[in-house]
T-cell receptor, first 113, second 113 residues
Framework: SQQGEEDPQALSIQEGENATMNCSYK?????LQWYRQNSGRGLVHLIL?????REKHSGRLRVTLDTSKKSSSLLITASRAADTASYFC?????????????FGGGTRVLVKP | DAGVIQSPRHEVTEMGQEVTLRCKPI?????LFWYRQTMMRGLELLIY????????DSGMPEDRFSAKMPNASFSTLKIQPSEPRDSAVYFC???????????FGPGTRLLVL
């Protein structure tokens, strides 16, 4: 099963509203990353939060990390139509599995103008 | 930097034909990843290289798939023979280390008839 799982699978909001999505993971991590994918395009890195950080901001994005609950959230404030995309969380798997990221199934966000 | 470059961007082929996908990672990046994305299965890691050496190919679906990285600036993913169920978008990504930010190429959209 996947290391990270996003919730909800889909989200529809009006422009100007906030969008919140969550990610749960299973094993201990040293960082967690969020990516965005616009339709028909490659994934684009949004933000990386390390295990010793609880919150991080980047523009209209706010990411939180709760290592005790093995969960993270991504908040997009004052959403715009251009924020319509799928959002993925990714967590690293190391050790015997080598150094690689595993991606969740994504949250599809639709921002209606 | 031009980012991760993939070619071709689109490929339509007939079942049984050989397909070769190409990737040029970002200069200086030590890790290279091949992913496949479909609606049904989401984003799957097929194989990744570290310093041109294949580290984990456990995601390669079967022997019809092979990947090479002859040097730090070039990798190929080959499917021989191709089947309709191989139809997907194939992404290449690179990173400085496997656990940090990954930079994705635009993808190759493959359709096997």
């Amino acid at each position: 099963s996947q290391q990270g799982e996003e919730d909800p699978q889909a989200l529809s909001i009006q422009e100007g509203e906030n969008a919140t999505m969550n990610c749960s993971y299973k094993t201990s991590i040293n960082n967690l990353q969020w990516y965005r994918q616009n339709s028909g395009r490659g994934l684009v890195h949004l933000i990386l939060i390390r295990s010793n950080e609880r919150e991080k901001h980047s523009g209209r994005l706010r990411v939180t990390l709760d290592t005790s609950k093995k969960s993270s959230s991504l908040l997009i404030t004052a959403s715009r139509a251009a924020d319509t995309a799928s959002y993925f969380c990714a967590t690293p798997l190391g050790g015997a599995a080598g150094n690689k990221l595993t991606f969740g199934g994504g949250t599809r966000v639709l921002v209606k103008p | 930097d031009a980012g991760v470059i993939q070619s071709p961007r689109h490929e339509v082929t007939e079942m049984g034909q050989e397909v070769t996908l190409r990737c040029k990672p970002i200069s200086g990046h030590n890790s290279l990843f091949w992913y496949r994305q479909t609606m049904m299965r989401g984003l799957e890691l097929l194989i990744y290289f570290n310093n041109n050496v294949p580290i984990d190919d456990s995601g390669m679906p079967e022997d019809r798939f092979s990947a090479k990285m002859p040097n730090a600036s070039f990798s190929t993913l080959k499917i021989q023979p191709s089947e309709p169920r191989d139809s997907a978008v194939y992404f290449c990504a690179s990173s400085l280390t496997g656990l940090e930010t990954q930079y994705f190429g635009p993808g190759t959209r493959l359709l096997v008839l």
